[in-house]
């Protein structure tokens, strides 16, 4: 859980002047203005200083003392000094957290003077390392009356690596001696430094047959999501009969499951998170978004209520035309994050009951991830901003204000939150269930602590993610953790073997094979044809036959290529031996039936019986083909 530091201003102790002037209240007697520092070292410890300028307003009114509570984190090394020299502290343990208070050696007196304190402590609590990424979350100031200005300045040492996110983005920025230093005229910044985060997965998936004939079952591999995270895979066990890739580019492995059998399916691998940063006021138009993806992804579906009156009202009150998509988007964000409360006891239940769009909007209760992200897609899709729901594991240090609220059987838990597309930016994924719990930005930027198992936009309900294909309840299925080096990665294309069909592709000798992807990482765009091939996949390609090079590109959209041989298959010599039978049998068959319906027609009564062993011969020749 991010933990957040509320350093409040409790209470200013006040002393009465002997003056025939009535006393001011002290909200009208004082103006306060800070500056706050934040220095964090290679460690992780972060040493702050707050540095509090009170100026007095009245002349009947003296500040003797300043005092504030930390609350929410633990802190030590507490010091204090003023423009006299070190004050005396008085530092308390309390319910609330821990308070200061501080008394000025010598209060100002008179009207316009100024004292200014300096109070400093330590804490492991703002900088913390999750996996190979550092993420920094320094405090929210509570609201003050007659508070002046606010400063504040975060030093990072450059050992954390480049910046991945900040928000909000900082006035001034300037490297220095061993650290970079932002500068915010406000409290509150969420950031984090480092490159990409990489997560270690097992998955388990149990497929069961109930029934008397075999049937075919799918199941969901984690996928690649372009700019956001690249899936490396290491074992599957065991294979699938064949594997497709979907209209939202989720990976479905398909077996057979015999009669009363039962297939434990297992996966190993890991995945590389990044994260990516937008300005929503830099987005595009809602005319410049490709119609296709308005036709799939704006459609009113079970739980995103869209043709819904009080989906089209709310998304009507909200919508500025004015405004980019992804300002639209926030505007949406910014009304759930605000409005919706998020169910805490969820942990303690066996199963969550999804409501919907119409729910999350109309009641009061107390809600889950997935109300949070289905009524963000319907009011979304209202506004004809396509938008789609993804099902995955979000690490959370606590689940008070990061909360993972998808309960399954067997102790597993899983996360929901949506994406949006602006034709700037493409695809962004947001989470409004933190950005409501944790008071954090999960709107211009998502962490590096999601990974994404299924994209649902097509349909609400499919594919289900890892987790939830369990045949008892016992069974956990999900296993993530952090990884401390990256998994290499092996690009690797095998052709097999085929007979070409193709009349054209003959003429331009060009030679059909069947392309099996041997690496543990998904190859796209082979030789031009808009493809996505995951390993362990096929896909028929044709080649040059004099120029047996093929084309691709890899996660990055990087152009490679691979030198490579048809490889021949032995099933493929049986197939042609079967196929010359197979071809002679039906051209027999085709002569005699002739022969029948000419020469004796007699015979007529019997063709469909013949017919039917045509069929049976031309089955036999498609069930040999090589896969």
């Known amino acids: 859980m991010h933990k957040h530091l509320f350093a409040s201003l409790a209470g200013l102790l006040f002393a009465l002047s002997t003056t025939r002037y009535a006393m001011a209240q002290p909200q009208d007697a004082f103006e306060t203005s800070y500056e706050t520092i934040y220095s964090i070292d290679q460690t992780g410890e972060t040493d702050v200083l707050q540095k509090v300028k009170i100026t007095n307003k009245v002349n009947s009114v003296i500040a003797t003392s300043y005092s504030i509570t930390v609350k929410q984190i633990h802190i030590y090394d507490v010091r204090g000094k003023d423009s006299d020299g070190d004050v005396d502290l008085?530092?308390?343990?309390?319910?609330?957290?821990?308070?200061?208070?501080?008394?000025?050696?010598?209060?100002?007196?008179?009207?316009?003077?100024?004292?200014?304190?300096?109070?400093?402590?330590?804490?492991?609590?703002?900088?913390?390392?999750?996996?190979?990424?550092?993420?920094?979350?320094?405090?929210?100031?509570?609201?003050?009356?007659?508070?002046?200005?606010?400063?504040?300045?975060?030093?990072?040492?450059?050992?954390?690596?480049?910046?991945?996110?900040?928000?909000?983005?900082?006035?001034?920025?300037?490297?220095?001696?061993?650290?970079?230093?932002?500068?915010?005229?406000?409290?509150?910044?969420?950031?984090?430094?480092?490159?990409?985060?990489?997560?270690?997965?097992?998955?388990?998936?149990?497929?069961?047959?109930?029934?008397?004939?075999?049937?075919?079952?799918?199941?969901?591999?984690?996928?690649?999501?372009?700019?956001?995270?690249?899936?490396?895979?290491?074992?599957?066990?065991?294979?699938p009969r064949n594997i497709r890739v979907d209209k939202d580019g989720n990976i479905l492995a398909?077996?057979?499951?015999?009669?009363?059998?039962?297939?434990?399916?297992?996966?190993?691998?890991?995945?590389?998170?990044?994260?990516?940063?937008?300005?929503?006021?830099?987005?595009?138009?809602?005319?410049?978004?490709?119609?296709?993806?308005?036709?799939?992804?704006?459609?009113?579906?079970?739980?995103?209520?869209?043709?819904?009156?009080?989906?089209?009202?709310?998304?009507?009150?909200?919508?500025?035309?004015?405004m980019t998509v992804a300002q639209n988007a926030q505007s949406i964000y910014g009304f759930i994050t605000t409005n919706l409360s998020y169910d805490f006891e969820l942990a303690k239940k066996d199963y969550v009951e999804r409501s919907g769009a119409i729910s999350a909007?109309?009641?009061?209760?107390?809600?889950?991830?997935?109300?949070?992200?289905?009524?963000?897609?319907?009011?979304?899709?209202?506004?004809?901003?396509?938008?789609?729901?993804?099902?995955?594991?979000?690490?959370?240090?606590?689940?008070?204000?990061?909360?993972?609220?998808?309960?399954?059987?067997?102790?597993?838990?899983?996360?929901?939150?949506?994406?949006?597309?602006?034709?700037?930016?493409?695809?962004?994924?947001?989470?409004?269930?933190?950005?409501?719990?944790?008071?954090?930005?999960?709107?211009?930027?998502?962490?590096?602590?999601?990974?994404?198992?299924?994209?649902?936009?097509?349909d609400s309900e499919y594919p289900t993610p890892a987790g939830t294909y369990k045949v008892s309840g016992s069974e956990r299925q999900v296993e993530v953790g952090f990884a401390q080096t990256d998994t290499p990665k092996n690009e690797e294309i095998t052709l097999y073997e085929t007979i070409n069909w193709n009349p054209i592709a003959i003429l331009k000798r060009e030679t059909e094979a069947l392309a099996v992807n041997k690496g543990n990482v998904t190859i796209y765009d082979i030789n031009s044809t808009k493809s996505k091939l995951p390993p362990y996949a096929t896909q028929s390609i044709y080649i040059d036959k004099n120029d047996k090079v093929i084309k691709y590109k890899d996660f990055n959209g990087e152009t490679k290529t691979q030198r490579v041989d048809i490889v021949p298959n032995v099933q493929r010599t049986k197939v042609k031996a079967n196929f010359v039978f197979v071809a002679f049998s039906l051209m027999l068959g085709l002569c005699t039936i002739s022969y029948l319906l000419v020469i004796q027609p007699k015979y007529r009564k019997r063709l469909p019986h013949l017919l039917r062993y045509l069929l049976e011969a031309l089955g036999q020749l498609h069930s040999r083909r090589w896969k």
Not at 280 to 301: N, Q
Request: charged share 25%; with cysteine; glycine share 6%.
């Open 90 to 239: 008085d530092v308390k343990e309390t319910d609330a957290g821990t308070s200061i208070n501080a008394r000025f050696n010598n209060p100002a007196v008179g009207e316009g003077r100024a004292k200014t304190i300096e109070i400093g402590y330590k804490t492991k609590d703002i900088a913390t390392k999750v996996g190979e990424i550092w993420n920094v979350h320094v405090p929210f100031a509570l609201a003050q009356e007659g508070v002046g200005d606010y400063k504040s300045t975060l030093n990072i040492p450059l050992t954390f690596g480049p910046e991945i996110y900040i928000s909000p983005r900082p006035i001034t920025k300037e490297t220095k001696a061993g650290y970079v230093a932002y500068d915010f005229n406000r409290a509150g910044v969420s950031a984090s430094f480092g490159t990409h985060q990489t997560m270690n997965f097992k998955l388990q998936y149990s497929l069961k047959n109930t029934k008397a004939l075999p049937v075919l079952q799918e199941i969901a591999l984690p996928h690649d999501i372009q700019s956001r995270q690249q899936i490396i895979y290491k074992e599957l066990s065991p294979q």
């Open 254 to 322: 398909a077996y057979e499951v015999r009669p009363k059998e039962q297939i434990n399916v297992s996966l190993t691998g890991s995945a590389q998170i990044y994260s990516m940063q937008i300005r929503p006021e830099f987005g595009g138009s809602i005319s410049d978004i490709p119609k296709d993806l308005v036709g799939l992804y704006t459609k009113s579906d079970k739980f995103w209520e869209v043709d819904s009156r009080d989906i089209q009202l709310k998304a009507k009150e909200l919508y500025n035309s004015n």
């Open 361 to 458: 909007l109309t009641t009061d209760t107390p809600k889950a991830c997935m109300e949070f992200t289905d009524l963000f897609i319907a009011l979304a899709r209202a506004m004809k901003i396509p938008a789609r729901e993804i099902n995955g594991y979000a690490f959370a240090k606590e689940s008070a204000n990061e909360p993972l609220s998808i309960s399954l059987k067997g102790g597993d838990f899983l996360h929901s939150w949506p994406e949006y597309f602006d034709p700037v930016f493409g695809w962004v994924a947001i989470d409004p269930t933190w950005g409501a719990t944790s008071k954090t930005d999960y709107f211009t930027k998502l962490d590096t602590n999601h990974i994404a198992f299924v994209t649902k936009g097509i």
